[in-house]
């Protein structure tokens, strides 16, 4: 492993069969020139075919050949190495999927039950309360009623290469070698009538059914030394009835028809009796899949069924998992991880100091190891709310960047326009509520719903532990499952981090607040379920308990923490913020919704923390999990600058349009709300230059898409588990109507007068939101394709191919135009905004910058820059220093309220009478990177505006 590799700006990168690591070989030229210092690479390990994000993956122990082999990881490392970049790797250490046979572990897990080697490695409730379900795995797949299902002939035994399966569509599910009796007795009675009892052929299938009669029980504790004997003596078994099968056509034969026999024939119900034996007595229970929701037995990643979630907490599954990702760290093939979400493992701060230590010790170097047992880069992808802080203890140097999204974001908000903006929305969908209020209902709605059986399966620990003592015994199980669903919807972060042992006070507040909330909210119910629930949490044990009992409560408050966090995603980001947005761009993925924009105090002080405890956390403005990318976000912003403006337009649209809509039920489609958002999302993503006809289609298809999503996360009118096609398909030709490009549209007449200078100031808000990214304390991020102009959405909208050849294009005529003079360059860049060149000289500039100066963005301080005089609320400025080498940095804001027209640039003598009061010690000669303009900051420590701004509305002055 080489020594610990701090990035200095790093490249998010989607790996898939469209792009593999010989794609990424070719482009690192072009990423070291525009400045990157590390390619970040979403999962790299063995996923479904065809994922185009790499999340479901199946096998971790293997590449994903769909991207690469092991030669080609090395190469694109070598190549890496020579251009003085790393590659730091998401990890997935929640969940496998079990979509496909891939999954060699699970389908040995159906195969075996608790016999199984990996059976272990799965979070599967053997023992449920349902007794029917005992040493089962409920697998919720079928599309219909389970009976339904074998009457119409869909499950089907089938046989190959000696071994049995039962298939359903496209699904294959292994028979439990155990149970083979039940098919191969029938054959052998039915040979007994045509082969001799001494048939040699014969006689070994009586030997195999002797052998299949010997196996461990699968029903039973079994200790490892059984399991391990059943895992060897079935493949033998299968490889004698493989070769037994080729040997004798006879017995071949007599196989298949007692496959068909089991088949059954749908004229004769009874005829499916054998089939119906067989799948009872396997080690899985195939279900209608609207089954899941009350019964499922295992811990999915979210509501996910095909994703199941693992015991990482367990040493030797550690082991087993990382053993690859150890291999190529090893090899110095990856040079930093990201690990997926943190807070679905049952102890985050364990797995953690686990995982540095397994880094550590794939090292012979031993003189870079650092004290504080960080030897790795390893970042944590995890969401904290409002004021919570990452925990300072964890091994890690940040986060992967949702915090300083959020905080950056809120900057180009006009905070001051709060009210207005809220009652335009509240007027215009004739609702009056408020975001905490319907997240609370979205959380009730997902512990209601699609995650009621991990609430059931929680609450039925719960119970064990209410009849452990005199003062609890009376709770009834229906009591304590309202009264922990409560304490869960009233959770105000994703969980807490309590370790077995006295809750850290962080951890105590949180719970105190939620069992407050739970209370208050709930006055009927008695006040001692609660205060129950909030000892048991807290570790408050009543006297006289065992020790027995101590270990059962301390393990359902680890359950209990990594149940809060998927259900707060599910609740909070997939459901409330499809529900309510009065200005969408401040409602995404790590945003704090009852926030409305960032003071600029905050921003610095925010800056400052980071600077003094994780100085090389990323620092993201876009991720494959934003709701908007960046630069829709930006646009939108620019609403709340000019609310009168967007309720003129709002109405006039809304009166423009009304005659698209159908009633349903004596309801409007689409909805008034539903309307609203698809306003803000055309005025995010309208493109900035003309449609053709095809790119016409594109969008229109897009925006479709993007709404039925919407629609469906919102789970109001319809949703995935129900899909209500009539009023989707309302919705989708109301988008239609208003977006006709080929007659004369009254609406798209007045949006396109509307939405260009939304569109300016949309970009030039993102140009000082990527120069303010670019040099605050920690690393920047670089979501793929945003060097230029992205106006993408939600998944699957973002995972569009980038065009890298065009990117490289460009760079290179900027590289080739930057030896002109560069104060003429940006000029003509500025007025050309649309293309996006001007971003990618920003990116380009700034970041060769960085990578020049590294010392200085990872150690120099940070310092506010005071802002006075008549647009100083318009601009963001700080500067950094590092011993005798001093930057400035200043970046204009609210464009809107500062143009005349969409002509105007916001420069020069706009910038009037406005300055920035310097610190102390910044007296001097200064040049600027990006315009090469050059000023002087004398003994008043003022520099004027109107200079600094000269050419571009934000600049980066360096010392001479």
């Known amino acids: 492993m080489p020594a610990l590799r701090i990035p200095c700006a790093t490249y998010r990168l989607q790996f898939n069969h469209y792009f593999t690591f010989k794609n990424a070989l070719e482009l690192i030229p072009y990423f070291h020139e525009l400045g990157i210092s590390d390619l970040y690479a979403s999962p790299i390990m063995t996923a479904i075919p065809g994922s185009m994000h790499g999340y479901d993956v199946v096998d971790p122990c293997k590449l994903n050949p769909e991207i690469g082999t092991e030669e080609d990881l090395k190469a694109l490392s070598q190549a890496l190495m020579e251009h003085d970049m790393g590659l730091i790797v998401d990890i997935v250490p929640n969940h496998l999927s079990i979509a496909t046979l891939a999954n060699a572990w699970w389908q040995d897990v159906l195969e075996n039950g608790p016999a199984s080697l990996y059976a272990d490695f799965f979070d599967i409730n053997w023992n449920p309360l349902k007794a029917s379900l005992k040493d089962k795995v409920l697998l919720p797949i079928l599309a219909r009623q389970f009976g339904k299902v074998i009457d119409e002939q869909c499950l089907k035994l089938s046989y190959d290469a000696g071994a049995f399966f039962i298939e359903y569509q496209s699904k294959r599910f292994p028979v439990n070698p155990s149970t083979w009796p039940l098919i191969l007795e029938l054959t052998a009675e039915d040979l007994s009538q045509k082969l001799n009892g001494d048939d040699e052929h014969f006689l070994e299938l009586q030997s195999i059914l002797t052998a299949l009669h010997h196996l461990p029980n699968i029903t039973k504790a079994i200790d490892i030394d059984k399991c391990v004997e059943r895992s060897r003596e079935k493949e033998i078994i299968k490889k004698r009835l493989n070769a037994l099968t080729h040997q004798c056509p006879l017995i071949n034969d007599a196989i298949l028809q007692t496959v068909s026999r089991f088949n059954g024939h749908l004229d004769n119900p009874s005829s499916f009796d054998h089939l119906e034996k067989l799948l009872n007595a396997q080690s899985y229970r195939l279900c209608y899949w609207r089954v899941t929701n009350d019964e499922i037995n295992y811990r999915r990643f979210f509501d996910v069924n095909d994703l199941i979630s693992l015991h990482m907490e367990k040493p030797e599954i550690f082991h087993v998992m990382h053993a690859q990702t150890l291999s190529f760290l090893h090899n110095g093939w990856i040079t930093g991880l990201r690990v997926d979400h943190i807070d679905g493992l049952f102890d985050p701060e364990q797995y953690l100091h686990r995982l540095q230590a397994a880094c550590a010790m794939t090292s012979n170097q031993n003189e870079n190891q650092t004290v504080s047992g960080k030897d790795f880069y ?53 609702r009056y509520t408020e975001m905490p209020e319907i997240i609370y209902g979205s959380k009730k709605l997902i512990l209601f719903a699609s995650m009621s059986s991990e609430l059931h399966n929680l609450t039925s620990k719960l119970e064990k532990i209410s009849e452990q003592h005199r003062w609890s015994k009376d709770f009834t199980l229906d009591e304590l499952r309202n009264a922990l669903r409560e304490v869960i919807a009233c959770f105000s972060v994703y969980r807490t981090y309590i370790r077995l042992d006295i809750p850290m006070e962080v951890d105590r507040q949180i719970i105190l607040l939620a069992i407050k909330w739970a209370k208050k909210l709930n006055p009927l119910t008695s006040p001692s379920l609660f205060e129950f629930i909030d000892d048991l949490l807290l570790l408050n044990h009543p006297p006289g308990i065992t020790d027995e009992s101590i270990l059962l409560r301390r393990e359902f408050v680890m359950r209990f923490q990594q149940l809060t966090a998927p259900v707060m995603a599910k609740g909070e980001e997939d459901t409330a913020f499809y529900r309510y947005y009065p200005l969408c761009s401040q409602i995404d993925v790590g945003m704090d919704p009852n926030n409305f924009g960032t003071e600029l105090k905050d921003f610095h002080k925010y800056n400052l ?33 000019n609310p009168e403006g967007w309720n003129q337009a709002l109405t006039g649209w809304n009166h423009l349009n009304r005659h698209y809509k159908i009633l349903l039920d004596n309801r409007e489609v689409p909805d008034r709300n539903e309307e609203y958002l698809l306003y803000q999302t055309l005025i995010g993503t309208w493109p900035v230059i003309p449609m053709d006809e095809l790119s016409q289609n594109d969008y229109l298809q897009r925006i479709k898409n993007y709404m039925v999503k919407a629609l469906r996360e919102a789970k109001l009118h319809t949703s995935w588990m129900n899909p209500n096609s009539v009023y989707e398909n309302g919705v989708l030709d109301f988008i239609g109507n208003i977006l006709d490009f080929k007659n004369n549209n009254q609406f798209l007449n007045a949006f396109e007068a509307f939405v260009p200078i939304l569109i300016k100031a949309g970009m030039l808000n993102s140009l000082s939101q990527t120069l303010l990214k670019m040099t605050s304390p920690g690393v920047p991020d670089f979501y793929q394709g ?143 990177v990006l315009t090469g303009l050059a000023l002087r900051i004398g003994q008043g420590r003022e520099l004027s505006l109107i200079e600094g701004f000269k050419k571009l509305p934000f600049f980066l002055f360096a010392n001479s």
């Open 786 to 928: 945003n060097e230029l102009w992205q106006f993408h959405l939600v998944d699957p909208d973002n995972r569009y191919p980038v065009d890298f050849q065009y990117r490289c294009r460009l760079l290179n005529e900027i590289k080739q135009r930057e030896e002109q003079d560069p104060g003429t360059l940006v000029m003509e860049l500025l007025e050309n905004i649309t293309d996006g060149l001007l971003k990618m000289y920003l990116i380009y500039k700034i970041l060769n910058f960085r990578k020049q100066n590294s010392s200085l963005f990872r150690e120099g301080d940070y310092q506010p820059v005071e802002v006075i005089g008549k647009t100083a609320n318009h601009v963001i400025a700080f500067c950094r220093q590092l011993g005798e080498k001093k930057i400035i940095i200043a970046a204009g804001r609210f464009y809107t309220e500062l143009m005349e027209d969409v002509e105007s640039l916001p420069i020069g003598g706009i910038w009037e009478e406005t300055f920035l009061r310097m610190p102390s010690g910044f007296e001097g000669e200064y040049r600027d």
């Open 378 to 430: 390893i970042l944590v992808e995890k969401i904290l709310v409002g004021k919570e802080k990452l925990r300072s203890e964890w091994p890690v140097y940040g986060t992967t960047g949702y915090d300083f999204l959020c905080m950056l974001n809120g900057l180009f908000i006009e905070l001051s326009q709060y009210t207005k903006i809220k009652e335009i929305y509240e007027q215009f969908i004739h």
């Open 609 to 641: 923390e980071c600077l003094h405890t994780f100085p090389h956390t990323l620092l993201a403005t876009s991720t494959h999990d934003s709701k908007r990318s960046e630069d829709v976000r930006c646009r939108i912003h620019a609403l709340s600058e």
